[in-house]
């Protein structure tokens, strides 16, 4: 369930960075109300995520939706700068994310679907409820 949280998190962290630019210095009122939301809800799902994931691991990939997301949401909504060195930018940090879970051997840097079932790298079921690996798994 900490991936599904992140995941949310990072959504709503391209919402609130959009909302930025919508609610124009704070001066329009339902944008900023919706910004604002967003931001709350954000580090909430942020929270609950990091209960359960190493926080570098969470952050860098809380950052890492938040910025791609926002970056290609400028593009498509603002008529953001397409440029070659721009787009290279978004697609490595991207990739450095991806990265992060095809190191094999280096804790949870593994397949964020295959924590999301709970199943540890040996096999055993993890439950997030009881903080660890249930007994007689």
Request: glycine share 14%; charged share 15%; with cysteine.
């Amino acid at each position: 369930m900490a991936w599904v949280y992140l995941l949310l998190a990072g959504l709503l962290e391209v919402v609130w960075a959009i909302g930025l630019k919508y609610a124009e210095g704070w001066s329009r009122l339902y944008p900023s109300l919706l910004t604002v939301a967003a931001m709350i809800l954000s580090f909430i799902f942020l929270s609950l995520a990091l209960k359960t994931l190493p926080v570098g691991t969470g952050y860098a990939v809380w950052t890492g939706i938040g910025a791609a997301g926002t970056a290609i949401l400028g593009i498509v909504l603002f008529g953001e700068s397409r440029e070659v060195g721009r787009l290279v930018c978004i697609s490595i940090g991207r990739s450095k994310i991806r990265r992060a879970f095809q190191r094999p051997g280096k804790g949870w840097s593994r397949s964020p679907l295959r924590l999301m079932s709970g199943e540890c790298s040996d096999g055993r079921v993890h439950s997030e409820s009881s903080g660890g690996v249930l007994p007689g798994s």
